[in-house]
Each structure stands twice: as C-alpha cells, then as structure tokens.
C-alpha cells in the first residue's frame, strides 16, 4: 500500500502543488522572491498536505487517491478542523508560490483549482461518503465545517 500512497501523492498534488506552479515559474522565467513571507504560507501549506496524506494511509487505511481511497473515515488531525484540509492545504500551496513569485497566473490557478476541488468536494466526495459512511459521516458533516472558516455545511 506504501506504493500505492507514494504514487498517488507524485500524481496528484505533487502534480497539481508543486509541478504545475514549477513550470510556471521556470517558462516566466520568475525564480526572484518577491514576498519572502510566502514561503511560509507554502511551507504551512505543504507540512498540512503531508500531515493529511499520513493521516489518510495510518488511519484511513488508503490513499489520496480515488482508485485507492481510506477505508475509514479520517476525523483526527487537521480533519477535526475541516473535512477537507488536504484540498486547503494544496490551495495554500498555491498561494504561497503566488504570494513568493508575485505571479498572479499561478493565483488565478490557485483559484480555478480551489473551485474545481470545491465542485468535486460537493458533488463527487460527499454524496459519496454518506453513502459509504452512514450516520458516521452526518455526525462528521454536523460537527466540522466543509473549509476552514466557513460555517458548517449541512447535507
């Protein structure tokens, strides 16, 4: 299973946090530091992603990924404070790349992908939880938020 978690974690935010804005940055040819505080944003950002990613494998018994998801509920960790801290973590990423380079291309991505991941949240991961997890997962739904900050969102 370690395999498939590594794997999982390289495809998708490795892909999505990391490689995209990379790449960004190198064809705008924007490696000078614009914001140093940014760092820390994404360094914030990147320990949550970890610390979710540890939790979904040691926990959750799965992975990140959709062929290969926990097969327990994760509610401990950063998922005591949001139901979905992966997704804000990567979006932290993203802003922090954004926030260093000054790019506003990598935060219009940042911002295109937090809609994408909330689209997918809403319509995809949570119908599917409550089927999957039951009344475990309403108690969940009633007593941590959707994001961070936001007020509960009731199904």
Not at 52 to 69: I, Q
Request: charged share 10%.
């Amino acid at each position: 299973m370690f395999a498939k978690a590594l794997f999982a974690f390289l495809a998708m935010p490795g892909i999505v946090a990391f490689a995209v804005p990379a790449i960004w940055m190198w064809r705008a040819n924007r490696w000078t530091v614009i914001h140093p505080a940014g760092f820390i944003v994404l360094i914030v950002g990147t320990l949550g992603l970890l610390w979710c990613v540890r939790d979904f494998y040691v926990r959750g018994k799965g992975t990140l990924a959709p062929w290969s998801p926990p097969k327990n509920l994760v509610v401990i960790g950063l998922y005591r404070y949001s139901r979905n801290p992966m997704y804000v973590s990567v979006v932290s990423i993203l802003l922090g790349w954004a926030l260093t380079f000054d790019s506003s291309g990598v935060l219009i991505y940042a911002l295109a992908v937090a809609l994408a991941f909330h689209l997918r949240v809403v319509y995809g991961e949570e119908p599917w939880l409550a089927r999957t997890h039951g009344d475990h997962w309403h108690g969940y739904v009633r007593a941590v938020p959707r994001w961070i900050g936001f007020t509960r969102s009731h199904q």
